[in-house]
Nanobody
């Protein structure tokens, strides 16, 4: 119904920057809130940033002031700008998209498969 695809991960040095992208496609009637989560090795998946359809943002304390989430509603795409990355930012980053699918009245959530970010010198 809705496919969510992340991109932009890779290996970066501490202090560097990286931009992740997430695009939703498929039988979309309307996109809703979208957000980024991450799962570090041996840890549970945690929310780090989300953005509403109206561009309101919220960040986890661990990334506030360093990461920036943005959104292009015309492209059903969100971005996550990672600045001043630290080794503890190493994780698989997942995108979650809320959407109303064509022909259905309710909002459903869809996950991408993730993109890996490794911060190491």
């Amino acid at each position: 119904q809705v496919e969510v695809t992340e991109s932009g991960g890779g290996l970066v040095q501490p202090g560097a920057s990286l931009r992740l992208s997430c695009t939703a496609s498929g039988r979309i009637f309307s996109m809703q809130d979208m957000g980024w989560y991450r799962q570090a090795p041996g840890k549970e998946r945690e929310p780090i940033a989300n953005i509403t359809k109206g561009m309101r943002t919220h960040y986890a304390e661990s990334v506030k002031g360093r990461f920036i989430i943005s959104r292009d509603n015309d492209k059903n795409t969100i971005y996550l700008q990672l600045n001043s990355v630290k080794p503890e930012d190493t994780a698989v980053y997942y995108c979650h998209a809320g959407a109303i699918v064509r022909g259905r009245p309710e909002i459903a959530g869809f996950w991408g498969k993730g993109t890996e970010v490794t911060v190491s010198s």
